[in-house]
């Protein structure tokens, strides 16, 4: 028997060696309709990819197809066993860092205003307006070092304000260097920590998710490439995003959410503003806005709308999440602020969030090296 399996593995080699040396360890294995393989990253199994990132996958067997298929490579998130036809010798895979959702502080507060370094992955973008000046009105998170995510609906701007830059390491709008004072009881200055300012970026590209419907909001969810590799710091660093299946199935009785939108004074706020928010189930969410003509989708979370603690105006692009396991405990983002922000909190009208887990393929699907 291993006489025979050791001849198949020969013969697929001198058949396909130009595959063969693209797969990672040369692991060979079984798909689930019995024809011999290689265990790949899922984005280099052509046939398999292309039904994954398809709008409108044939959902019927797919899932048990792809959970037969399933394989293990070392350090690769998702590989499946793939056959050596289909395996794509260009197809490029772009692993999002593993170094990722660390705040720099030991413990973040979740109080309202927050600590230099407390989120280290928000973005502020920076609109140009037809008349010249620029203004801030949407936020995002750096989740690579080329790429900020964000909401479609931040992206597909009217012709009088374009998108111009995005600036990252900001704290304080207020503020040139941002800093943590520290203060003995009586009020005097005993510490300072200091970040370094923030650094502002230019756009080489913008995504928009294809089936992105503007009226009704659905899959409001973009992604920004920079135009450089960002440096990262104490002050700059990327957030994790749900990449396993655990937390992309990982469903929390909480929520943070963090921006610089408007305050209950109506205006902007200068310095990066954080909230805990309850979470609020689609069934629930989708009962409290019939009457706004609004519709929660699937692919949509909701959380909020309890004693005017929301996201806001400004906030949109956001991160919705919280600290999670996944290579010790780490901030991961679970949703993208989306709807429901002129609101601000008002009672039974949560916020309404693009849930990330269901658009990670399509995330990886556009990312570039």
Known sequence: MSFVFRTLTVLLLAGISAAAAA????VPCTTPVRKPG????????ANIYRIVTDPNPPLIGLANYIRKAACTLPRV???VCCVPSEIDLKAKVVALPTKCGQAVTDR??????????????????????????????CGGTLIHKRYVLTAAHCLRTPSKIQIH???????DKSSEIDCNIYRNPRGMVIQEECAKKPVDYGIESMVLHENYNKPTRSNDIGLIRLDRDVK??????????????????LELKRYLVTGWGTTENQ????VLLSAVLPSVSNEDCNKRWQKFNARVYDTDMCAGGENFVDSCEGDSGGPLGFPATYNGVRFVQFGV??????????????GIYTRVAPYMDWIMANIEP
């Open 267 to 270: 205006i902007g706020s200068d």
């Open 23 to 26: 797969v990672p360890s040369e």
């Open 108 to 137: 973040i507060a979740y109080g309202n205003v927050t600590k230099v370094f407390d989120f280290p992955w928000m973005a502020v973008l920076k609109y140009k307006t037809i008349a010249g000046y620029m203004t801030d009105a």
């Open 77 to 79: 998130e998702r590989s």
């Open 337 to 350: 602020v989306a709807r429901g922000g002129s609101f601000c909190g008002a009672e039974n009208r949560p």
């Open 232 to 249: 990262m710091d104490d002050h700059i660093h990327p957030i994790c995003l749900p990449v396993t299946p655990a937390l992309r199935s």
């Open 165 to 171: 830059t995005v600036r990252l390491g900001e704290h």
């Open 38 to 45: 290689f265990c790949v990253d899922i984005r280099r199994c």
